[in-house]
């Protein structure tokens, strides 16, 4: 049995082929491979929602994902959700609402969120607290987060902000990011 297998997959716009051990979780690999390290590990036991990325497109905890399950698979991190400079609804919500304290869990709590806006674009606020019923946050008590998800969903409905896909400028800005060591 090889001792490495080959992966083939694509984060956030960019093609990537890589040969990881069979039991190497995503997280890690986007982190200690792909220096893309705004993918928190908070728990290592899928509890905290921190390491959550999307898989083509879903929202899954990149902790409980092996590389090799992503292999032909596109992954998106939060490094991938700006457009450059200019921030994705969301993140400008998160900072405009006060949605974050330390910071730890933003980047799941944010993954999360576009999650939920992609399945349903109105959400309640009952709604966004039972879909991100997966994330953990020990700072904010929520409410700041609740409220940076309802006016994002605002304000792409309203035609305020419109949600950017990621693009090469967003992923350029990611890697510039984690070849500095930032993002983490």
């Not at 999650?115 to 019923?133: F, I, Q, Y």
Request: charged fraction near 20%.
């Amino acid at each position: 049995m090889s001792a490495t297998v080959p992966v083939r997959l694509e984060v956030n716009g960019r093609a990537h082929q890589v040969d990881v051990e069979p039991r190497l979780l995503l997280v890690h690999l986007l982190r200690d491979r792909l220096g893309l390290t705004g993918t928190h590990v908070g728990c290592d036991t899928s509890n905290c929602g921190a390491c959550t990325v999307h898989l083509d497109g879903d929202a899954v905890k990149s902790c409980t994902v092996l590389a090799a399950q992503a292999d032909g698979c596109s992954v998106t991190t939060i490094e991938g959700m700006a457009d450059g400079a200019t921030l994705h609804p969301l993140q400008e919500a998160f900072w405009k609402d006060h949605g974050l304290q330390c910071g730890y869990c933003t980047p799941g709590m944010i993954m999360a969120a576009a999650d939920l806006l992609a399945r349903n674009p109105d959400p309640t606020e009952e709604e966004v607290r039972h879909g991100l019923e997966g994330n953990l946050c020990r700072c904010t008590g929520y409410h700041n987060i609740v409220r940076a998800v309802l006016d994002a969903a605002e304000g792409v409905r309203t035609g305020r902000i419109e949600t950017p896909a990621p693009t090469a400028a967003g992923r350029e800005a990611g890697e510039e990011l984690a070849e500095e060591g930032l993002g983490a």
